[in-house]
């Protein structure tokens, strides 16, 4: 029989012993063991010092993803773009081109209203939608530094320069100091750069590529910075638009200058050729015999909307003509050059239609910038140069909606396009015959004959409106204060199409991005910030924006106002950053107090 062993005898040694072995007997017997005291002194240190290094390890992750994340923050969008996937195909290298299309105020509802009317109009099939449809790649968020209802001068600067800013900012960020914008950068770096609106060429969106001031009301400054008196010297080699009266000197008939620069006597010297009727314009050739740079001053203010320019053919030129234009302009320009072009091209009535609430002439603008953009295409197709194409609206202007309830009782599904074909003319248009009506012939007219002069002349024949009641009659020839006939005007063809506002200003909805193809525009596809658009347009061409940037800053002209020559920076006192709050200002405010630091 075994003996048993003491339970605290000294277990005999093994070659199988271990660190583990030794400590248990050590913890049996209460005796220190001395056996492979250096193997385990080594081990233990290397276990201290595992531990040791893996919570180092921890703690400098920790602080580098801080770091990180503090530093994603603090840099531009930009700069942040650099890793841009460019799908298929990836992006072109070597001479490349670029067309930035703005639909100034159009909304995802201006298609569905344009696309129905054409329909109705033209007898078409159910199925049958606009070109814009068959290119739309993704939505844009539109909010401001100031605002969540951007208006278009901090939406263009985020198409500019890729950066947000505040609701009248031209290029300008919210502590008051310029921004670089794609057009410069790109001009800087030899690429010819064009500007195609039909608004006034000093209006928010184009003033955005070639100027900086830090309100958008600083028009003479910006007509005088897009013909070359600019920090960069000239940066535009192709304007097309109105707003010829912010370039005539104060003196001069039809000037709206606030003193007497003779604009186009400056742009003269600075070698470009001005031209300033459609007979000028029809001389062009369709770019063929263009010759840049180029100043073209078609309206002494706006080009009219295209419902009232149509009859109007022989005096303004069409978007779409003036695009194709300046495509070959531009095309012919850099034939035998390194470097392509950028040109942006504005349908830019659409917003002042939302602005009226003017169902008619909204649709008849969208029509105008879809065909437009059907030329843009064409002239890609057929371009050698590797082109991209891109279009999206700054923000939605009317909080317009394809339906409206027109009593307390529950309304009819309907919307009637019938009733804004039967229009001929524009609210804006009607209302300034009423307006030469009363100051002419109607004048002396008795109360009866200018209620019948505005039923037959203006509500019946302008808008096609033949039940129009007494009191809308008697409202338009005696408004309330604060009430534009225009707009009372454009609410009797509303209402009766059924069709919907919340509002003459701007709204906060996401608005479509359309493109080329997807593949151009890879980067754009799904919902993006409105910056995202305008780091897209720089990428493309490896244009660098951020040096611009630097090389305007470094421009410093005044002591209290270091960049006085974009203005001064305070103006109306308007907000720069963070939103505003509820301050009980539920009642209706007065008409020309639009809150946004500018109009439209």
Same mark, same amino acid.
């Given at each position: ?395 939605? @202007?009317? !909080?317009? #909606? +394809? ?5 307390? =009782? ?6 009637? %396009?019938? &009733? ?82 919340? @509002?003459? !200003?701007? #709204? +906060? ?5 359309? =493109? ?6 890879? %980067?754009? &596809? ?75």
């Amino acid at each position: 029989m075994a003996r048993e062993e003491p339970l605290l005898a000294q277990r005999p040694a093994s070659d199988r012993s271990s660190i583990q072995n030794e400590e248990e007997e050590a913890l049996l017997t209460g005796q220190h063991t001395t056996r492979h005291t250096e193997r385990r002194s080594w081990a233990s240190w290397r276990e201290i010092g595992m531990f040791a290094w893996a919570f180092i390890a921890t703690v400098l992750v920790i602080v580098l993803a801080a770091v990180y994340q503090h530093k994603a923050v603090e840099i531009p969008h930009h700069e942040q773009s650099k890793n841009t996937t460019w799908g298929p195909g990836g992006k072109p290298t070597g001479k490349r081109n670029v067309i930035f299309m703005v639909s100034d105020g159009m909304g995802p509802t201006s298609l569905s209203l344009t696309r129905a009317f054409r329909q109705y109009r033209d007898g078409l099939p159910v199925d049958d939608t606009l070109l814009l449809d068959k290119h739309h790649i993704g939505t844009s968020r539109t909010r401001s530094t100031s605002s969540l209802v951007t208006d278009s001068a901090a939406g263009a600067t985020a198409f500019s320069c890729g950066l947000k800013s505040y609701n009248g900012a031209i290029s300008v960020l919210p502590d008051h100091s310029p921004c670089g914008t794609v057009l410069e950068a790109a001009a800087l770096a030899g690429y010819k750069t064009g500007l195609v609106v039909t608004t006034r060429l000093t209006d928010a969106t184009p003033a955005c590529f070639a100027s900086h001031a830090n309100l958008r009301q600083y028009e003479d400054l910006i007509a005088a910075q897009e013909v070359g008196d600019h920090p960069l010297g000239r940066v535009v080699d192709l304007m097309l638009g109105g707003g010829r009266c912010h370039f005539l000197p104060k003196s001069a008939e039809g000037s709206c200058r606030g003193d007497d620069r003779d604009l186009i006597d400056f742009a003269s010297g600075n070698g470009f050729t001005t031209i300033q009727n459609r007979s000028a314009f029809d001389s062009l050739n369709g770019g063929e015999d263009a010759s840049l740079p180029l100043l073209g001053l078609f309206a002494h203010g706006d080009i009219p909307f295209e419902i009232d320019r149509r009859s109007q053919n022989e005096k303004y030129p069409s978007l779409e003509e003036m695009a194709r234009t300046a495509l070959r302009a531009l095309s012919k320009a850099t034939e035998n050059s390194e470097q392509g072009f950028f040109i942006m091209i504005e349908g830019s009535r659409i917003d002042h239609a939302g602005h009226n609430n003017d169902p008619a002439a909204q649709v008849h603008e969208v029509l105008a910038y879809d065909k437009a953009f059907a030329a843009v295409l064409d002239f890609v197709e057929n371009e050698s140069t590797p082109t991209v194409v891109v279009s999206t609206s700054d923000h939605e @202007t009317g !909080g317009l #909606s +394809a339906a409206r309830q027109l009593t307390n =009782a529950y309304p009819e599904y309907q919307w009637l %396009p019938e &009733v804004l074909d039967k229009a001929s003319h524009s609210g804006e248009y009607i209302h300034a015959q009423l307006k030469e009506y009363l100051a002419g012939a109607g004048n002396d007219a008795s109360a009866s004959e200018k209620k019948s002069w505005v039923r037959k002349h203006l509500i019946k024949d302008g808008f096609g409106i033949t039940d129009a009641t007494d009191d809308e009659v008697q409202a338009l020839l005696h408004p309330e204060p604060q009430v534009s006939p225009q707009n009372l005007f454009t609410d009797m063809i509303s209402r009766r199409a059924q069709v919907g506002w919340s @509002t003459h !200003g701007h #709204s +906060a909805v996401d608005v479509n991005i359309y =493109a080329s193809s997807s593949k151009d525009a890879w %980067p754009l &596809v799904g919902n993006n910030e409105n910056t995202d658009v305008g780091s897209f347009l720089a990428e493309y061409l490896d244009l660098d924006v951020g040096k611009v940037t630097k090389q305007l800053r470094d421009t410093k002209t005044g002591f209290l106002n270091p960049y006085d020559w974009m203005g001064h920076p305070l103006g109306m006192g308007v907000r720069t950053d963070g939103l505003d709050s509820y301050h009980g200002l539920f009642k209706k405010r007065s008409e020309d107090d639009c809150g946004c630091g500018g109009s439209h």
